[in-house]
């Protein structure tokens, strides 16, 4: 795969070994971006779906002005935010936490949301000394390598998204509030579905994409969970195949940048002992096509 620098004017985008994923380095994210360097921010984060800024130590002002220059914010449910930042979220696990971390199984940032953030934002207050990667999956690579046979038949399919499984009154998390340090809610309200295209086209790039995820895809419109389960079951395999993965390995005052339209992502374990936290912002997005 190729590892050269890319030919930016200002930045400097080395493309991740997996195929997808780049590191950007070579500006500030503290300072308001001029308009150029923005634009190429942008043209990297839609070529590469998942960009990496090592050593921006944003502060939680530093990194809302950076978010509203990506977009406006999305809303964020289920978790509540950090006192008196209505927009921020505190991703944090402490060393006596065992479970599962905030975010570890695949999935696309509020998928069941009529309009899904575009893009999550999240900067690395503390990172442990072992473990606490992020894998992100390449779903639009995923979806290029189908047969035509397999595409003809996604194309007119609607998937069913709900965070019942995350955040409803029988989810795994309504179980587990008081062992974790997290803020999360628990409401009827995650019980409600909402479909979108299985197939998703970016509006930017203009290029297809899976858009389901084990946490958040509860069903196929039109289909019975015997016909649903399995196919859904398929896709999952697929997309998380390595040849789609790009592993995430942070260090502290690290943003990262997510695109939620065309990739999934699963936070990892193996850190038990020690503390994680992170800062998160989400920017909206529009109406799945
Ligand atoms: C999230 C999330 C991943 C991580 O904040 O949405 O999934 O590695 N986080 O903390
Ligand atoms: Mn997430």
Redesign the pocket.
Same mark, same amino acid.
Do not use: C, E, K, N
């Given at each position: 795969m190729s590892v050269e620098v890319s030919d930016y004017a200002t930045l400097k985008v080395r493309p991740e070994a997996s195929g997808f994923g780049a590191e950007v380095t070579g500006l500030d994210l503290r300072k308001p971006l001029a308009d150029p360097v923005l634009a190429e921010v942008k043209a990297a984060w839609a070529a590469h779906g998942v960009l990496s800024f090592p050593d921006q130590p944003l502060s939680l002002d530093e990194l809302e002005a950076f978010t509203l220059q990506i977009g406006r914010f999305g809303d964020d449910p289920y978790v509540a935010p950090m006192p008196g930042r209505p927009n921020v979220?505190e991703?944090r696990r402490e060393p006596d936490e065992k479970l599962t971390?905030? =975010?570890g199984n695949w999935?696309s940032?509020w998928s069941f949301q009529p309009q899904p953030p575009a893009a999550?934002i999240?900067r690395s207050e503390i990172i442990p000394p072992v473990g =606490?990667d992020?894998l992100y999956c390449d779903a639009t690579r995923a979806y290029e390598a189908l047969d035509e046979a397999a595409k003809a038949r996604l194309a007119p399919l609607k998937a069913v998204h709900s965070a019942t499984r995350a955040y409803g009154p029988k989810s795994q998390y309504s179980r587990e509030l008081d062992q974790r340090s997290m803020p999360i809610i628990v409401s009827p309200e995650a019980d409600k579905t909402h479909a979108h295209p299985l197939v998703r086209t970016h509006p930017v790039t203009g290029r297809k994409a899976l858009f389901v995820s084990p946490v958040y895809t509860v069903g196929i419109e039109g289909m019975t969970p015997d016909q649903g389960d399995p196919l859904l079951g398929e896709l999952f395999k697929h997309l998380t195949q390595d040849t789609f993965i790009y592993r995430h390995v942070w260090s502290a005052g690290m943003v990262v940048i997510w695109d939620n339209r065309c990739t999934m992502?699963n936070?990892l374990g193996g850190y038990d002992g020690h503390r994680r936290v992170?800062h998160?912002t989400t920017v909206a997005g529009e109406t799945p096509v």
């Open positions: 979220l991703v971390p905030f =975010g999935h940032d999550t999240l =606490g992020t992502h936070a992170m998160r």
